[in-house]
């Protein structure tokens, strides 16, 4: 029992849980022991959407140095925008905006491998820029108008069963299967092989090519879904949508224990962290600190972690 | 002055319950080139770190040139009193030119113009050891491949500016080295000796103990258990002194059947030159060799092999020789890089399957001996040896038909290499081809043909039956023309 308790407190991600646990506690005890339910049920609903983008950008990180999806907030904007507009509030049009939103997704993933492989762009550079691309095509379909989503989407996106969202518990469906995917499948093996060693990996007989190919399209139709679902839940597409993910998809990665050197993901992780980094801000609202401090402390939490796994020696992993 | 250049007197070192050093007395007199041999794990390496002062030893005692050192014995201490290695674990600065890194253990180059007085360094030591070396003193050691670091920390070792040069330990100097280079560096240490400087030589290759040395140590569990001048050793009483079994040995002779000359082609393929660099054809069962100096042509043929810019009629496996950058995963387990190759045969509704899995790492360990209790550790925990019979595993386990060996044998002591050998041959016997580049000249003879590499093209093409190391060395240097 003793080693089975060891075992999991040696878990890379059990730490971020531990953080979550910690500042909801801290946040329920200053709000006067009021609200801990609540808060946590928010922080599910939220949190569901930063784990959709981590998610993909936990397999593009894995993939080795050098390897970040930029892409993934003017992804979100464009998948909205289209999935708004198709749908226009018509219940019969969801799948078609759907698919038509998944679609484009998939074409922003084709094109951010193509800038990195045949112009062999450094991946950093090559979906910074195919970002600017993809928000503008957003700007020019979507004219900046709000469009609601039909009643069913915004229904199934905000609905809750016992204060849980629905979508959360379809969302740790996905995560379950993306951590069995990256553990017990031959993409999940090429995707670890290629982040520690990608010469190793071509020389093991391991296709490099269409693993890093797929991985890129993954991170894209993971953020055209995120968008789609983040429409339905907040009333519509705005173009300033996925502002918030650039970041935030990077951090829940990191802190959630994937290596960023590569070679090493971790799915319970990322919920964990997104848990705990929706929480820090609820608990900074409760305290009343500005925006200024709000920003501040998540940079210092995010460098601390950086350092702090960054010390660890990598020969024990 | 004293006669002694160094010496050890009871060293003991511990690691945890691993008694890695039991009381070691060592002596290198000024001027002697001292052989040290022993299987993998006997304790040779530990012995260097401390002398090197990478190490502090548990108990002992450590004289320099007849006096105790002054200082706290420490690595600076060390390399202040004239001592130098050259690890097996090069130690170069990959992001480095090779002037560059030779300023790094030479602090006295400093102020306007370092740069240049360090190119001439390196380069007057490079060409008074490796004559027609090839290496350029702005080149990035990164881009130079291992059989040119290895000369190039070699030759940084060698180099003098402020402080004195007593003591050079070389260890497994020649692991990368074709055979020209090879020589080239044993003639220059018996014209080093004869200057003063003191060295030790540790190396698997006996023939080249043998051939350079003055005396011979040997090794076992942590202790010195022969010492004697080398006339009075030859090959077989070195080895029965490090406790190998002779018989083992003497199998090494025995001529296996080579496959039938009608047997299917497996693998036909001409390197890419300019004006055709002849052609190479592997059959069935065939062990084929690729031979000739470093860097003439033969790994990035079997990478254009690999690549399949070359006629194959069955599924391809690689066995890098150079382990740290193109074959193990730092990250991962013992299992895991051993299944890496074979993951689509454990494919069970869609997923891998944990359980032949973990058969698949287990059946190999006994088949090629890796030395572990548990296969789930991560692979760094392995020597070098077992490390290299964990890429050898992660080949044969695989479906593969064809096995291409890049040098795959630097750094493996004797004792692994028959087992290694053996193991080449029953695949062998079972069907498999083999296509393997070596820098030593004895591992030669266990193949059916030999192709021989020159600037970049086949040079020669020798049958097991006309095989000599004198035509080998020829060809090497294209002086037979086919």
Redesign the interface.
């Known amino acids: 029992m003793k080693g089975l308790l060891s075992r999991l407190l040696g878990q890379p991600w059990v730490g971020s849980f531990l953080a979550a646990g910690l500042v909801w506690l801290l946040a329920v005890v200053f709000a006067g022991g009021h609200g801990g339910g609540e808060i946590l049920s928010s922080a599910l609903a939220f949190a569901t959407f930063t784990v959709i983008v981590g998610l993909g950008q936990m397999m593009v990180i894995t993939t080795g140095p050098g390897n970040v999806d930029l892409s993934i907030p003017a992804t979100m904007t464009l998948s909205g925008v289209i999935a708004m507009k198709l749908m226009d509030t018509e219940s019969a049009l969801i799948l078609v905006g759907i698919a038509a939103a998944m679609g484009a997704s998939f074409l922003v993933g084709v094109a951010n491998y193509g800038l990195i492989r045949l112009l062999r762009i450094p991946p950093i550079i090559a979906t910074l820029s195919s970002s600017f691309l993809v928000l503008s095509t957003a700007i020019s379909i979507g004219r900046g108008l709000r469009i609601k989503p039909p009643a069913p989407l915004a229904d199934f996106a905000t609905a809750r069963a016992f204060g849980v969202p629905f979508a959360a518990i379809a969302v740790a469906a996905l995560a379950a299967i993306i951590g069995l995917t990256l553990k017990h499948t031959i993409y999940g093996r090429t995707v670890a092989a290629i982040g520690q060693n990608e010469r190793a990996a071509w020389l093991a007989g391991l296709d490099v090519r269409r693993t890093r190919f797929a991985t890129y399209v993954l991170s894209a139709m993971l953020a055209g879904l995120c968008g789609v679902l983040q429409s339905g839940f907040s009333g519509g597409s705005a173009l300033n949508m996925g502002d918030d993910f650039l970041l935030a998809s990077i951090a829940v990665v990191v802190i959630g224990g994937t290596s960023v050197a590569g070679g090493r993901g971790n799915v319970p992780g990322i919920w964990g962290a997104a848990l705990f980094m929706y929480l820090l801000v609820t608990m900074l609202n409760i305290f009343g600190a500005s925006p200024g401090v709000r920003l501040v402390m998540t940079g210092l939490i995010i460098i601390a972690v950086i350092a702090v796994a960054g010390s660890e020696n990598p020969r024990r992993a | 002055m004293s006669t002694e250049a160094i010496r050890l007197d009871g060293v003991e070192k511990s690691f945890g319950a691993v008694r890695a050093l039991a009381g070691v007395d060592l002596v290198v007199a000024v001027g002697e080139c001292l052989g040290l041999v022993g299987h993998n794990g006997a304790g040779k390496s530990t012995l260097m770190h401390v002398l090197a002062g990478a190490l502090l030893p548990d108990a002992g005692r450590l004289t320099v040139g007849g006096a105790e050192p002054k200082a706290q014995w420490s690595a600076a201490a060390s390399q202040a009193a004239g001592i130098r290695c050259v690890f097996q674990e090069l130690s170069l600065c990959p992001n480095l030119s090779v002037a560059e890194n030779a300023r790094i253990t030479h602090a006295s180059l400093r102020g306007f113009g370092w740069k240049g007085r360090a190119r001439a360094l390196i380069c007057a030591k490079l060409d008074e050891i490796f004559p027609g070396h090839r290496i350029a003193p702005d080149d990035e050691i990164a881009h130079l491949p291992i059989g040119q670091r290895q000369m190039v920390e070699i030759a940084r070792a060698f180099t003098v500016t402020s402080a004195p040069l007593r003591l050079v330990i070389l260890d497994e100097p020649t692991s990368s080295l074709d055979a020209v280079a090879a020589g080239q560096l044993l003639s220059y240490i018996r014209k080093e000796t004869a200057r003063g400087t003191a060295i030790i030589l540790i190396s698997h290759i006996l023939g080249e103990v043998l051939a350079t040395s003055d005396r011979i140590v040997v090794m076992k569990d942590g202790k010195q258990v022969a010492a004697r001048p080398a006339q009075a050793f030859d090959r077989s009483s070195l080895m029965a002194a490090m406790g190998s079994d002779l018989k083992e040995v003497e199998a090494r002779g025995d001529r296996r059947q080579s496959p039938k000359a009608d047997s299917a082609v497996v693998v036909r393929a001409s390197p890419q030159r300019e004006g055709g660099g002849g052609e190479l054809v592997v059959r069935e069962g065939e062990i084929v060799g690729l031979a000739g100096l470093a860097g003439h042509g033969q790994t990035r043929l079997l990478l254009q092999i690999?690549a399949g810019q070359a006629d194959i009629d069955r599924p391809?496996?690689?066995v890098?020789g150079d382990r740290q950058?193109?074959?193990?995963?730092?990250?991962?387990s013992i299992a895991?890089n051993v299944t890496?190759?074979s993951?689509?045969s454990l494919?069970q509704r869609?997923?891998?399957n944990?359980a032949a899995e973990a058969k698949l790492a287990r059946a190999w360990r006994e088949r090629i001996g890796i030395r572990t209790s548990d296969m789930g550790r991560?692979i760094?925990t392995l020597s070098g040896g077992n490390q290299q019979k964990v890429l050898f595993a992660?080949a044969l386990a695989?479906d593969?038909r064809i096995i291409l060996m890049d040098d795959p044998m630097r750094g493996v002591d004797i004792g692994t290499k028959l087992e290694v050998y053996a193991m080449i041959r029953a695949e062998a016997a079972a069907g498999r081809s083999f296509l393997w580049y070596t820098t030593e000249l004895d591992e030669l003879t266990h193949c059916d043909k030999v192709y021989v590499f020159w600037n970049g093209k086949i040079s020669d093409s020798i049958e097991a039956a006309d095989f000599s190391e004198q035509r080998v060395l020829r060809a090497s240097f294209a002086e037979s023309g086919t």
């Open positions: 690999f391809v496996a690689f890098a950058n193109e074959g193990v995963f730092n990250l991962w895991e890496v190759a993951l689509r494919i869609g997923f891998i944990v991560n760094l992660r695989s593969a």
